[in-house]
């Protein structure tokens, strides 16, 4: 089972900008709901954003409306975090988790049950 691959984690100032992306090879984005969840140490993992593949439909939490962006390239088959104006809050490990079973994300793309393949996570610090 080809799991997601994620990258582009580091450290930044508070205000600064980073991308993540996360490869998701071994099946094909005909209808799949790809999001990238986060935990940060003593706190439950929520979901942070999510695309439906078809149809590119976006899905974020209020915590990062207007500063994050998720996007796709199926060419690639890999997916984006860009975000921007990072706080400290952001701090967190970044995991990027697929729904294979041919779903759109819908009302429920932070429901963390619905991901069958995950990644192994990429490390966001933000310092103040």
């Known amino acids: 089972q080809v799991l997601p691959v994620e990258s582009g984690g580091g450290s930044v100032q508070a205000g600064g900008s980073m991308r993540l992306s996360c490869v998701v090879s071994?099946?094909?984005?005909?209808?799949?709901?790809l999001a990238w969840f986060r935990q940060a140490p003593g706190k439950e993992r929520e979901g942070v954003a999510a695309i439906s593949s078809r149809y590119g439909a976006t899905y974020r939490s209020a915590s990062v409306e207007g500063r994050f962006t998720v996007s796709q390239d199926k060419d690639k088959s890999t997916v984006y975090l860009q975000m921007n104006n990072l706080e400290h809050e952001d701090s967190a490990i970044y995991y990027c988790a697929a729904d294979t079973f041919g779903r759109p994300c819908g009302t429920t793309w932070s429901s963390l049950g619905r991901f069958d393949r995950w990644g192994r996570g990429t490390q966001v610090t933000v310092s103040p």
């Open positions: 071994g099946f094909t984005f005909t209808e799949t709901c």
